[in-house]
């Protein structure tokens, strides 16, 4: 018997965008999720969601490329996982990372869940998918439990280039990409035995160099797009400011069960390093699944939000759902002119009132007697991130572990966590803040067990 309630309540059916799904004992979606798989964010029009999409759209065009905006946010486990090699007790197919309808259907955590469908329809040289996925994840200014993907994937075919010479036909496309000067950190060596191996059997590693070599150009591409159009936007802005930041990006080995070898880009923004986007040399099986074996190619997943921060300065990922007029107005008439892009400019920040939670957890070991109820509750932190945005929505910036320890005689845990509270919209009164500090708190000890201290 599960020590923690349920953190959601069951309903028997669900509708998602027109469809109906039965639920089960399975289903985790908060109602402020199932509510946000309506907007659709990166087709409203104006939105920085949607024009970022757009400019994006315009780096890999027609024909070679085809655009699929509209894939249905349910999708199956096996479309999420299986079909893409997830091994079965991958850690993203656990309850706390994912949102269920019911064990076999869930809300996708990526538009890598539409690959294999597209791959078996083969309509064209490669594709985009730009969609909204749903995790659950961390609060903080760069992480949100909805947010926006664009997949892109670009194939060639064994039995259609001339000669079958996959290296130099990938190379001839490569030489027809433009060149540009940005400053690029990429000191991985192009194979890694454990993590990132060459697919041997399926393609030699000039094959597979050669993509690495066109995907990596592809998106460095798409960055230097981004850049130049929010730097112009910085000078519409502020002329006198002649030269930004100078662009820098940095590609970083990386791990996906569904390409090898798998990189990350990261781009320089704010003082720190940001990765904006995953990607690698799909793995064989796709297309063997696919029925399409002579075909091979690479893929990559991008985070629409964190693009569209770069590009607009926009400082914090909850203002893409703000319906707030001082946020809209600002990206009126871009979609139709990409050209009058202009930087975001904050609306005045309110003040942050941090409160602090501290709690024993649950005793992780029960003593003879068999109460057994205190075990069965695993801490996943993001129970506690999922209650905080369900009570508190928007109006929590972020949410920290500023402390942790062990109880020397009972081996108890106790956890403390800072609750960042901040408007975008307006100043929270104290009065306000205390009240969701409190639900808060009285969740947190009715649905995961926990004792405040
Ligand atoms: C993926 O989702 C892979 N499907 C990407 C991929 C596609 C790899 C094709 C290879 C081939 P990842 O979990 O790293 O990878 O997410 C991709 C991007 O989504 C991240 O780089 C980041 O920009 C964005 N992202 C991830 N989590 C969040 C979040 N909670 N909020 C906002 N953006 C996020
Ligand atoms: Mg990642």
């Not at 399409?292 to 985070?303: C, E, H, R, Y």
């Not at 129970?383 to 009972?410: A, Q, Y």
Request: glycine share 6%; with cysteine.
């Amino acid at each position: 018997m599960p020590i923690a309630k349920e953190l959601t309540s069951t309903p028997p059916t669900v509708s998602v965008r027109g469809k109906t799904f039965t639920t089960d004992p399975w289903y985790n979606v908060p109602s402020n999720v199932l509510a946000s798989t309506a907007r659709q964010l990166h087709l409203e029009k104006d939105h920085p969601v949607s024009i970022t999409r757009q400019i994006i759209e315009s780096v890999f065009p027609r024909p070679t490329f085809k655009s699929h905006n509209t894939f249905h946010p349910v999708v199956s486990t096996y479309e999420n996982f299986d079909s893409l090699g997830f091994p079965a007790d991958h850690p993203g197919r656990a309850r706390s990372d994912t949102y269920y309808i019911n064990a076999s259907t869930l809300l996708r955590t990526h538009t890598s869940a539409h690959e294999a469908q597209l791959f078996r329809a083969s309509e064209s040289d490669g594709y985009l998918i730009t969609a909204d996925v749903y995790r659950r994840d961390e609060v903080d200014r760069t992480h949100y439990p909805v947010f926006h993907q664009m997949e892109g994937a670009r194939v060639w075919d064994r039995n259609t280039v001339p000669g079958g010479d996959i290296a130099a036909a990938v190379y001839a496309d490569l030489a027809k990409l433009p060149t540009h000067d940005i400053k690029v950190e990429d000191p991985n060596p192009p194979f890694h035995a454990e993590r990132n191996p060459l697919q041997a059997g399926h393609h030699s590693a000039a094959e597979a160099e050669a993509i690495g070599a066109h995907l990596k150009r592809s998106l460095e591409l798409m960055v230097v797009e981004i850049f130049t159009r929010a730097r112009a936007a910085a000078a519409k802005a502020d002329p006198e400011r002649a030269t930004d930041e100078p662009l820098r990006v940095r590609w970083v080995e990386a791990y996906f069960p569904f390409t090898s070898p798998s990189w990350e880009l990261e781009v320089y923004w704010g003082g720190d390093w940001l990765e904006v986007l995953g990607c690698g040399v799909s793995k064989q099986e796709l297309f063997i699944n696919a029925g399409v074996p002579s075909q091979l190619g690479w893929a990559f997943g991008i985070g629409i939000e964190r693009i569209a921060m770069l590009l607009f300065q926009i400082p914090d990922i909850r203002l893409f759902w703000s319906t707030d007029e001082r946020f809209l107005s600002q990206f009126r008439g871009v979609s139709d002119d990409l050209d009058l892009l202009k930087r975001f400019v904050p609306f005045s920040k309110y003040p942050a009132c941090y409160k602090d939670v501290s709690f024993w957890l649950p005793s992780t070991s029960s003593a003879a007697g068999g109460n057994t109820k205190a075990n069965a509750h695993d801490w996943h932190e993001n129970d506690l991130m999922e209650i905080v945005r369900n009570i508190c929505g928007d109006v929590v910036e972020d949410v920290k572990l500023v402390d942790e320890f062990s109880h020397p005689k009972t081996g108890r845990r106790s956890m403390c966590y800072r609750i960042n509270y901040r408007s975008l919209e307006k100043t929270l009164t104290n009065e306000e803040t205390n009240l969701m500090h409190d639900t808060v708190r009285k969740a947190l000890v009715e649905k995961l067990g926990v004792e405040i201290r």
